[in-house]
């Protein structure tokens, strides 16, 4: 796990991730928060703050993309971390915090699918099978103003 001084650490922080963000955490955040206001959406203020605080702490190098010498970084289990820093605070709820941990939920699936990782994929399948259809709904949701904040 990184350090808040490891270079990557930093780099994630201002710099454009990878080539599904336009932008480094900080303003990929902003981005998906204001979507979530623009759209009168305002439950997803609070999930949309904290939902990559675990990115930096997992930012790494993207092993394929040195090979190819760009500059991509990977951020394998973010959204578990995130949940793990945020899921003792009182100060915000439980849906919140199931937001930010699950996140990721729809597009893992979808990507364990396309790869043919059919064991990720049935983990996270009995994940997705646990949620109700209101959690399902509101996951789709902030999906959508999560991609729109990339």
């Known amino acids: 796990m990184n350090r808040y001084y490891d270079y990557n650490f930093l780099k994630s922080l201002l710099f454009r991730q990878n080539n599904y963000h336009r ?4 303003g990929h955040t902003l981005a998906v928060t204001y979507h979530a206001i623009r759209n009168k959406d305002y439950r ?17 190098p993207d ?5 190819e010498g760009l500059g991509n970084l990977s951020f394998t289990n973010h959204e578990e971390l995130s949940y793990r820093i945020i899921k003792d605070w009182n100060f915000i ?8 941990r ?16 059919f064991a990720k994929y049935r983990r996270l399948r009995r994940t997705w099978d646990r949620l109700d259809d209101t959690m399902k709904e509101d996951l789709g949701t902030f999906l959508k103003y999560d991609d729109l904040g990339k």
């Open 23 to 26: 932008f480094g955490v900080i």
């Open 44 to 60: 997803f203020v609070v999930p949309a703050l904290l939902h990559d605080f675990g990115k930096p702490f997992t930012a790494n």
């Open 63 to 67: 092993e394929k993309d040195l090979e």
């Open 93 to 100: 709820t439980e849906w919140d915090k199931l937001i930010v």
């Open 102 to 117: 699950h996140h990721y939920l729809i597009r893992g699936m979808k990507k364990a699918k396309q790869k043919g990782n």
